[in-house]
């Protein structure tokens, strides 16, 4: 069985910084691209940004700037530093990777979803 656990979000001053983190177990073969998305009240679930196993990133123009994705293969993990939030980054944040288990294909998997609150 492969798990998705990220920590836990908080309540931050606008301008402030945050740091999420997304640990991936179970019976891992490989994982290949690792994302961060966020679902605020009302909204579609949107991508916030992408790292692939190499490095590779992409970013919402909406976070470019601000966000750092980061990832440690190691330790199959990713990261997201949030840096100058603001309001509108208010939302429930999930992680999600792509991954190829022993016994099973190339799937994607979510984490259970994390709330980051951004006061003004």
């Known amino acids: 069985q492969v798990q998705l656990v990220e920590s836990e979000g908080g309540l931050v001053q606008a301008g402030g910084s945050l740091r999420l983190s997304c640990a991936a177990s179970g019976r891992i073969f490989r994982i290949d691209t690792m994302g961060w998305y966020r679902q605020a009240p009302g909204k579609q679930r949107e991508l916030v940004a992408t790292i692939t196993s190499g490095g590779g990133t992409n970013y919402a123009d909406s976070v470019k700037g601000r966000f750092t994705i980061s990832r440690d293969n190691a330790k199959n993990t990713v990261y997201l530093q949030m840096n100058n939030l603001k309001p509108e980054d208010t939302a429930v944040y999930y992680c999600?990777?792509?991954?190829?288990?022993?016994?099973?294909?190339?799937?994607?998997?979510w984490g259970q979803g994390t709330q980051v609150t951004v006061s003004s």
């Open positions: 999600n990777a792509d991954i190829i288990g022993f016994l099973t294909r190339r799937s994607p998997y």
